[in-house]
């Protein structure tokens, strides 16, 4: 038995490339760039943002999926109602999600997914970490075997612990999201 700092990161090295391996022998691998309207609320602030998002997503033959979800808010504004000003800034959303794709409809898929969501943000008052809840609905059609459309609805409620908020203490942010679609067996 191995005891110790060392012996759990051998145990976790280990898992990590079983895994590695596992996955892409015994899942779809789909990636799906996206472009994107994003709506983000909070009782104060309001903003509007262009984003690009990167999905990747592994589809397991029995429905059971993963998908980890990128959006980087790239062009928009954002308000203050307690401001003078409008708050500008950069803003990174990544998400890890866990669901169910059904493929019961040839060349269809359609994808429920939830999970974890941590957001870095730098705004013209300062930075924030927090932590949220993500829920995705995606759809895929594939007009051939590697190629297809994508249309994902995308859901964070995202926790502000740090940051002064008129009471509210959560981001809602709606994002709308099309693009392309490549699957790989």
Not at 8 to 20: A, E, S
Not at 22 to 44: E, G, M, R, W
Not at 46 to 67: L, P
């Amino acid at each position: 038995m191995l005891i110790g700092g060392q012996g759990v990161k051998k145990y976790l090295v280990v898992i990590f490339l079983l895994l590695l391996t596992y996955i892409p022998l015994s899942a779809q691998f789909v990636l799906s760039p996206k472009t994107a309207y994003l709506n983000a609320n909070l009782d104060s602030f309001h903003g509007h943002y262009f984003d690009v998002s990167f999905d990747a997503m592994y589809a397991f033959k029995n429905g059971f999926t993963i998908m980890s979800v990128h959006d980087f808010p790239i062009v928009g504004n954002g308000n203050d109602k307690y401001e003078k000003y409008p708050i500008l800034g950069a803003n990174f959303i990544s998400s890890l999600l866990f669901g169910y794709t059904y493929r019961g409809i040839k060349n269809l898929y359609i994808t429920t997914t939830a999970g974890l969501s941590t957001t870095l943000g730098i705004i013209s008052y300062g930075y924030f970490i927090p932590l949220g809840i993500s829920l995705q609905f995606d759809v895929q059609y594939y007009f051939n075997t590697n190629f297809g459309i994508s249309v994902a609805l995308k859901e964070d409620a995202i926790f502000l612990p740090h940051i002064k908020t008129y009471g509210a203490d959560f981001l809602n942010v709606n994002i709308l999201k099309i693009g392309a679609a490549f699957r790989f067996n």
